[in-house]
């Protein structure tokens, strides 16, 4: 399996970007195997993704702040670097509904999303015999209007023993507060059952079903203060017809949804998605 | 070619609907080619299409009226009929963007769509040379803020002077008033390019850009009083990425639209959709 | 839950079949839900499948062949009933590949596929585990060259002691034999990892990568004697780039074979299937 | 509008070669808007595509090739470079069915498709009309069996009169001869109305038709001397289900056809297309 090393830039763009970051891999002795750049608005902002080989490469990742440095000075460049070996480590908050999370356990557990599942938190037990079946750790922290800061506070204290870099919200019913979200900033990913922005908030299969659209859809995106109005990471649609009932939408919505979301943390724990201002690029 | 006749019905549902309609064919001398029923809602509203050989039929369709009242009137039934041979008139207005105009043009050339278009109106002079080329009679209607009740009476002068049964707007860029829709009740089809209700109004492609969104879509809808709001008929999708500026999505819509446009068209006027509430049945 | 009977009819078409058969549900009571034909080919063949509720209908569904003899002897009618609430028994065959495995058993679980399911089968033993968490009785029999003779025996034993009516090869890697399959006519549906008839036999993702299509696919269809040459059931697919390795087309693919298998299984079980020659008419 | 250049690239892998055209760029003024870069198979083949703003850019771009010598002989790398401004010219040979015709030349006119189309070559003389309505000049080169040879002598002449640099195949029903195709290499784009590999060489749709396929498809590929074998551009489906007759699938694969052929025709122009070795790599 190869280690390498992947590379997420930021900047205003300037000539010889491009050349002064590939001269850097290349002088340290690095060997690129990909190289994807995107100049992002009529102002060109510049995102980049590099990964490359670390066999030959003369310096330890750990002292790649220093090395860069006067590169990201000079171009005002935001990095954020890793290890293809790095393994993340991701929390799942789940409610009733468990395809989701049924669908991320098995991908884990196959190879498909290279991450550590360390913690699983819900507000109801029924999730606790896929948490066993898959040795995680399971919390049950049940959340009424009431106890919800409580709820809370248990929740971040879990998540931060546990060294959480990532929350997956796979069919969580409960809104996080403000607090919670500022956080985790970029680093909690919800799954909303509906093509966003059509369908906000609750019932969006209802909402579909009463406006008679032919196509449903699923939505993974980042968790931002307004409610589903976060940058969007990946979409998915279905054919409908006056044949399918509200239980259609939903069996159909569920194929959807795992497929969305999946993919989502998969691109996060990847390292493939960039923001731009409330959009995602990602580099696939 | 087939020379069928083409029944379509609603009424609440009841025992022995069915039996009583392939009955009442049947026994008159007609063979069934296709029977499609659907029961809409909890209360099972029926809907049905049914279409049979007129190949030793017993009576002329003209007379079917005083034929099929008794069972029309025991169930409630409101029903339409026509020939498969007839091909309905069409009148199709048209703005700057011709693509859905040209495209439905091509369609009816070839067979496609089994309609006359006896008229074309523009608030642009763009479009005659398409009209021209196809021999379809062209009439340029300028449309200001001022001239706009005065051009929708010679808008619908033209339109009854045709017998128009179905206006198509092929990217007409115009707002319809109350007056001119109630005249045409379910015989207003409209493209609009986004998926709604996603990105109603003006700028869809724009909203859709800047939301962020990772599919975009396209309507076809008859057209009711409140803007972008009527009985959805068709929607179609397509993916987008990062990389794709405003213009890739409108060019990317263009095919959308002329696909969902032609297809909700062809299925209005092989007599396929039937309207329940705010929604279409379509029957393939 | 409603309680209906669902009537599938195969016959040559003939003026006044529709009406017979809802006269006969009629007379006797049944309230038709769904009525779906289809004419098939240039000599129609006739095609239904009928739905009604139960409720007030006079006779019991075990004295059905007697009641509907005269209709279809008259028709040449070839027919098969059944109740709504019956829920087939189903075997599965699996081997290391688990994905569609654990699909189907989750699915079965949540009730998005009304079958029970008494029988499981593998010439691996990594399975197992599944098969214990849903309680499954599980029988490991290996397959070698020389003992598929004697495994596929015990096979049909294990089969008919569990009065298996449906044989699902999710992703099951032996080929099943001429006497296995005639046993079991179209009641052994196989998932093949690609779009046929693209790709027959091993290897498909293979094969894709190295012609470089674009798009991969899958297909559920029921065995014949011929390898992947079967009446398909359904097909999805999924785009490619470039940028796909074999083990990205791999990964893309089990989603596509999840989805392909389940759905081609639930309308198999829900009675959706007839078949016509080497085709399949899918009443959804 | 922009004034910028395109380079494509291809060379085995070596380290530094990123560097050193990033390099190549920036030392001689000018600045990257584009660097998308691909390495293909286990030997990592290099592929790459880069475009860069020409204004501040120090050298005519005729004087490129020795400017760049040292570095292409350096890497071994096979290059071709064009202004984003150059228009191409394409040649459209067409038979009886115009759909794709019709459409290319639409999205030539509106600006989709970035060519000249100084050629029409047709066995038929019903495409006339279309050429003139767009003011190009037709060929009418009737092709039977015996004067196949004469007609692409004719055909090449025309081909090289007009300094056609693609050729476009639009439903064009005659299979080219071996000395035709060798005289374009890369340079014959194809429309083949099947989902490739699947149903090849005649009457594809019939093909479909009988093989009871749920979905069908269209592909765009460069023409080799062995029949629909050449490199895959572009593919694209359409859901098919029992009640489509063959004139149905002939309706769905038109929409395909035009969508894919004008994809990769586009692809072509905008120089978006590297082979390697019977696959394409689209930068898109």
Same mark, same amino acid.
């Given at each position: 399996?190869?280690?390498?090393?992947?590379?997420?830039l930021?900047?205003?763009?300037?000539?010889g970007?491009?050349?002064a970051?590939?001269?850097?891999?290349y002088?340290?002795?690095?060997?690129?195997?990909h190289?994807?750049?995107?100049?992002?608005?009529?102002?060109?902002?510049y995102?980049?993704?590099?990964?490359?080989?670390?066999?030959?490469?003369?310096?330890?990742?750990?002292?790649?702040?220093?090395?860069?440095?006067?590169i990201?000075?000079?171009?005002?460049?935001?990095?954020?670097?890793?290890?293809s070996?790095?393994?993340?480590?991701?929390?799942?908050?789940?409610?009733?509904?468990?395809?989701?999370?049924?669908?991320?356990?098995?991908?884990?557990?196959?190879?498909?999303?290279?991450?550590e599942i360390?913690l699983m938190?819900?507000?109801?037990?029924d999730?606790?015999?896929?948490?066993?079946?898959? @040795?995680i750790?399971?919390?049950?922290?049940?959340?009424? &209007?009431?106890?919800?800061?409580? #709820?809370? *506070? +248990?929740?971040i =204290?879990?998540?931060?023993?546990?060294?959480?870099?990532?929350?997956?919200?796979?069919?969580?019913?409960?809104?996080?507060?403000?607090?919670?979200?500022e956080?985790?900033?970029?680093?909690?990913?919800?799954?909303?059952?509906?093509?966003?922005?059509?369908?906000?908030?609750?019932k969006?299969?209802?909402?579909?079903?009463?406006?008679?659209?032919k196509?449903?859809?699923?939505?993974?995106?980042?968790?931002?203060?307004?409610?589903?109005?976060?940058?969007?990471?990946?979409?998915?649609?279905?054919?409908?017809?006056?044949?399918d009932?509200?239980? @259609?939408?939903?069996?159909?919505?569920?194929?959807?949804? &795992?497929?969305?979301?999946?993919? #989502?943390? *998969? +691109?996060?724990? =990847?390292?493939?998605?960039l923001?731009?201002?409330?959009?995602?690029?990602?580099?696939?």
């Amino acid at each position: 399996m190869k280690n390498s090393a992947i590379l997420l830039l930021r900047c205003p763009d300037r000539k010889g970007l491009d050349a002064a970051i590939a001269d850097f891999i290349y002088w340290h002795g690095g060997d690129i195997l990909h190289f994807e750049q995107h100049q992002a608005g009529e102002e060109r902002f510049y995102l980049a993704r590099v990964e490359w080989d670390l066999e030959g490469f003369e310096f330890d990742l750990k002292d790649f702040p220093k090395w860069f440095a006067p590169i990201a000075e000079e171009f005002s460049i935001r990095w954020r670097i890793t290890r293809s070996h790095y393994r993340p480590r991701v929390a799942i908050l789940v409610s009733k509904y468990d395809h989701c999370l049924v669908d991320l356990l098995y991908r884990q557990r196959i190879g498909e999303l290279a991450c550590e599942i360390p913690l699983m938190i819900s507000n109801h037990p029924d999730a606790k015999r896929h948490a066993d079946f898959h @040795d995680i750790p399971f919390h049950l922290i049940p959340v009424t &209007k009431e106890s919800k800061p409580e #709820a809370e *506070r +248990w929740q971040i =204290e879990l998540l931060r023993q546990n060294n959480i870099e990532l929350v997956v919200l796979a069919r969580y019913m409960q809104v996080l507060s403000r607090e919670f979200i500022e956080q985790y900033p970029q680093q909690i990913i919800n799954i909303h059952h509906s093509f966003l922005p059509a369908f906000v908030g609750a019932k969006p299969h209802q909402q579909a079903f009463d406006r008679g659209v032919k196509i449903i859809g699923a939505t993974a995106h980042y968790v931002t203060e307004v409610l589903d109005d976060g940058p969007i990471i990946e979409q998915a649609v279905a054919r409908i017809s006056h044949r399918d009932t509200i239980e @259609d939408l939903v069996q159909k919505g569920r194929d959807l949804e &795992k497929v969305v979301l999946s993919r #989502a943390v *998969r +691109w996060h724990i =990847e390292n493939r998605i960039l923001l731009y201002g409330n959009k995602t690029v990602i580099f696939e």
